[in-house]
């Protein structure tokens, strides 16, 4: 059990719209200002999709660096974490478009499920290519686990030698298609880990904040942030992912847990040497 709990900002994904939450981050200067502001109230880790200027999902190179240059140039030092999900429909190759300098750590999403009305495809051999990508850039991997069998593609991975430390895990509850955000459904993932590993859980819609609060109490790590959930509480949306963040901070808080500094951060998750900001 880790005393320090590291935050993650997730501004902006793929899915959610600003006719939904007109605080949705749109353009590189938006999505790097929401990052900014997110890690200011507590997040140590940001996690990145891009966005065309009209809010359609982009895993375009030149977004993921401005973006991160912009970042860097407010002088935060936040954990970069981009996104090789990108949105349901989008294939591998246009994925990888986010993985550029300055990024480090990656999404590894860790099977094909139903995503809402939708398939979000990963092939086992999607998966194997990524993590492959993931290690010759020298990015830590994130595992996303939505599903129960996801957790034995984890193992088969390690298994035959297509991940070892470090990586991170995450389970997001709560997809359409997915496992639900219940405390039953966490405990019994975290059960199944592999040993020696750290995990976050990502709690979606409804489910966030109710999820990062068994995780607080299990010993995990918290996702928060406008790509899972628009609102603060039931009716009233959230103005940002930064007041998501300063939500899970104060829960942490109050159970004895500081939230992590982005190099805290960088320490637990086997992230080698601290990215220096410009400012
Ligand atoms: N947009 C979802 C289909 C990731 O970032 O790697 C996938 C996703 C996961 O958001
Ligand atoms: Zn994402």
């Known amino acids: 059990m880790s005393d320090k709990v590291i935050i993650a900002a997730a501004v902006v994904g793929a899915e959610v719209m600003r006719d939904q939450n007109p605080a949705v981050p749109y353009l590189p200067s938006e999505i790097a200002q929401a990052a900014v502001d997110a890690w200011r109230e507590g997040a140590a880790v940001v996690h990145l999709h891009a966005r065309w200027p009209d809010g359609r999902p982009s895993q375009r190179p ?14 935060c030092d936040a954990v970069i974490q981009c ?5 349901v429909g989008m294939p591998l190759d246009e994925r990888l478009g986010s993985l550029v300098d ?10 094909t499920m139903n995503f809402g009305d939708d398939v979000f495809v990963n092939s086992r051999s999607d998966i194997v290519r990524v993590a492959a990508r993931l290690r010759e850039r020298g990015l830590v991997p994130e595992c996303e686990i939505y599903d129960a069998g996801m957790l034995e593609t984890l193992s088969w991975l390690i298994e035959k030698g297509h991940l070892s430390h470090p990586y991170h895990v995450q389970f997001v509850l709560g997809v ?12 019994f993932l975290v059960e199944g ?10 709690g979606i819609g409804r489910f966030e904040l109710p999820m ?11 996702r928060v942030g406008l790509e899972d959930n628009l609102y603060l509480s039931k009716g009233l949306l959230a103005t940002g992912s930064h007041q998501l963040v300063a939500a899970a901070a104060g829960m942490a808080r109050a159970a004895g847990r500081e939230p992590a ?19």
Not at 102 to 111: C, I, K, Q, S, V
Not at 176 to 187: A, D, I, K, V
Not at 193 to 202: D, Y
């Open 62 to 75: 030149e977004h993921f660096r401005e973006i991160i240059d912009r970042i860097r140039a407010a002088g």
């Open 83 to 87: 996104s090789t999900g990108g949105a």
């Open 102 to 111: 300055g990024a480090e750590m990656g999404t590894l999403n860790m099977g």
């Open 176 to 187: 359409p298609g997915g496992m639900s955000g219940t405390e039953r459904n966490l405990r």
């Open 193 to 202: 880990m592999p040993e020696r590993t750290h995990w976050t859980v990502a």
């Open 212 to 222: 990062a609060r068994v995780a607080l109490g299990l010993g995990g790590h918290v």
């Open 261 to 279: 500094s982005a190099g805290e951060a960088r320490s637990l998750l086997g992230i080698a040497g601290a990215s220096v900001p410009r400012s």
